[in-house]
């Protein structure tokens, strides 16, 4: 099984990048090949709305650091998306990769029943914030998991640390690490 995870937060250490490191420990003890890209360390730029994936090629046209990322998420079979959440929504690093997503969809995405060319997936969505009440930004998953289902991927989870962060504690809580093992137990473990 192929494990890939792209972390979205600038803080190489922060709280998201934390709770996805332990659950790509957990999958690689378990026999998972596993591949991790900080999205801060990479030179891309965002969808350029071209269809040049639309119009003769299969992939993004642009030859910049996301293009292993795309083809490393490509023949995954689990992806694990990490963000703390900066102004209600995941880190513009994290935005950036999935709008070239867009290269994924077939030519006739907009009616075809299937508009993917991912194939079945799992996705593992981390997302941490400073603010404890976890009612705040509650949309951001629900708004990603919808989006991602239409794309193929055939099962989604969260894992969600609310009053974490620079600004409160970078300690990240045993419990939310326990979640993460767990998560990689119930993903890579069937």
């Not at 997936?121 to 919808?146: C, N, W």
Request: with cysteine; glycine share 8%; hydrophobic share 40%.
């Amino acid at each position: 099984m192929k494990v890939v995870c792209l972390l979205g937060s600038p803080r190489s250490r922060g709280i998201s990048a934390t709770i996805a490191g332990r659950f790509m420990e957990t999958a690689a003890t378990l026999g998972a090949e596993t591949r991790s890209f900080e999205l801060n360390r990479l030179t891309y730029r965002g969808c350029q709305g071209c269809y040049a994936c639309k119009k003769g090629l299969d992939r993004c046209v642009l030859t910049d650091d996301l293009a292993e990322v795309l083809g490393a998420v490509q023949e995954a079979d689990v992806v694990v998306l990490a963000s703390p959440v900066y102004y209600g929504d995941v880190t513009a690093q994290l935005k950036g990769f999935i709008d070239r997503t867009f290269s994924y969809l077939k030519p006739d995405y907009i009616t075809n029943t299937q508009p993917s060319r991912l194939g079945p997936k799992e996705l593992v969505f981390v997302l941490s914030q400073g603010h404890p009440d976890e009612a705040m930004f509650a949309d951001i998953f629900p708004r990603y998991e919808t989006f991602f289902k239409w794309m193929g991927f055939t099962q989604t989870r969260l894992i969600r640390a609310c009053g974490y962060g620079p600004s409160t504690s970078d300690t990240v809580p045993a419990e939310i690490l326990q979640q993460a093992e767990e998560a990689a137990r119930e993903v890579v473990g069937r």
